[in-house]
């Protein structure tokens, strides 16, 4: 009978489509349905799932919030959800290249052709091998990046001429500004430099941007101290060990001192080695918090600094003058190797 049913849902998720014509998108939501979040993580198609998100403009957190088991939105509310989070209508080309991606057929960039776009040098790509990060000089314009960071400040009530206004209700303590899907953020995610980069690092143009938000991380003052992220991975460090990336747009510019993204520059090569050194039973999570070497990493407003996502890194505490405005970027192919197990 369990035999059937499953038969006869997997049949049911291959044929309906619904309006947006995405095959995937149903079996996405009834798996959503019946499982929660976290085993919503562990199905084997993780990677999928989130290129179904990112090609649908959508945030994964925005996503599970909003199919939590307990309200079970029907499918036709979460279409409308993801149409209204469009702003109305979707982009019908880029439908089609996530229709083409999910059914395994090859894709180019979302930009066309990367022939002729700057990548990073030789000298750059040695760099990055070696210290597992590099900054990326001038991966968007000074433009793109200003009208970026206003949209943040616009997003907060806030100004950056009026310091009393860093700091509002509305912010809270967290560096992280939930901020998604303006059309600034947008167009960085776009920015053809940026896409080249990824793609030279990933070895492949099917990439997918994350839709992910913004941050404004302001000078600490007596009564508003710097709550972190301090320093962690994003990933699980179980082996085997894969490759990933993580990227951030400065959107203004960012001496060391000033909040600057930090990290253990070349300890994604090492990682293995210090695991064993660790004496049995220990939680290399709290271990990493005593390990030296963590670094802020500087830039000018259009740097992108991209990191291996098994260096451990963080932001640091503002000891500047003016805020950390940055956009957090990542781009990832259609599918990739991830490891499951979750240490
Ligand atoms: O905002 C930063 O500088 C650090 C970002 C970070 O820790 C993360 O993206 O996981």
């Known amino acids: 009978m369990e035999n059937m049913m499953a038969a006869t849902a997997a049949v049911q998720s291959a044929e309906h489509t619904g309006r947006l014509g995405i095959p995937y998108l149903f079996r996405y939501w009834q798996r959503a349905n019946s499982l929660g979040a976290r085993q919503h993580q562990d199905t084997g198609e993780w990677d999928l799932e989130c290129t179904l998100l990112a090609g649908l403009n959508l945030n994964v957190l925005e996503t599970a919030r909003f199919l939590n088991p307990h309200d079970r939105p029907s499918f036709e509310a979460f279409e409308d959800w993801i149409i209204a989070a469009n702003g109305g209508a979707m982009d019908e080309a880029g439908l089609a290249r996530l229709c083409a991606a999910l059914a395994g057929n090859p894709v180019g960039s979302a930009v066309g052709s990367l022939d002729g776009v700057e990548g990073l040098t030789p000298q750059e790509l040695a760099f990055w091998d070696e210290h597992g990060y590099v900054v990326v000089h001038n991966a968007v314009t000074r433009a793109d990046c200003d009208a970026a960071a206003a949209a943040i400040y616009k997003f907060l009530d806030a100004s950056p001429a009026v310091p009393g206004s860093w700091y509002g209700r509305k912010f809270g303590v967290s560096i992280w500004v939930p901020l998604l899907r303006h059309p600034a953020f947008h167009a960085n995610r776009r920015s053809p430099r940026l896409i080249k980069v990824f793609s030279q690092l990933w070895g492949r143009e099917d990439l997918w941007a994350t839709v992910d938000q913004g941050g404004l991380n302001p000078p600490e003052r007596e009564d508003w101290k710097f709550p972190g992220p301090r320093v962690h991975w994003d990933v699980t460090i179980a082996p085997p060990h894969r490759f990933g990336v993580q990227g951030i747009l400065y959107l203004t510019d960012t001496p060391a001192e000033q ?44 740097d992108l600094v991209i990191w291996h996502h098994l260096l451990p890194h963080g932001s640091s505490p503002n000891r500047g003058r003016l805020p950390r405005v940055a956009q957090y970027i990542t781009l990832r192919p259609t599918r990739w190797d991830y490891t499951r197990e979750w240490v």
């Not at 930090?262 to 709290?286: M, V, Y």
């Open 259 to 302: 909040g600057a993204f930090s990290c253990i520059p070349g300890f994604h090569r090492r990682l293995n080695e210090w695991l064993r050194t660790l004496p049995a039973g220990a939680n290399p999570h709290d271990a990493l918090k005593r390990e030296p070497g963590f670094v802020p990493i500087a830039g000018n407003a259009g």
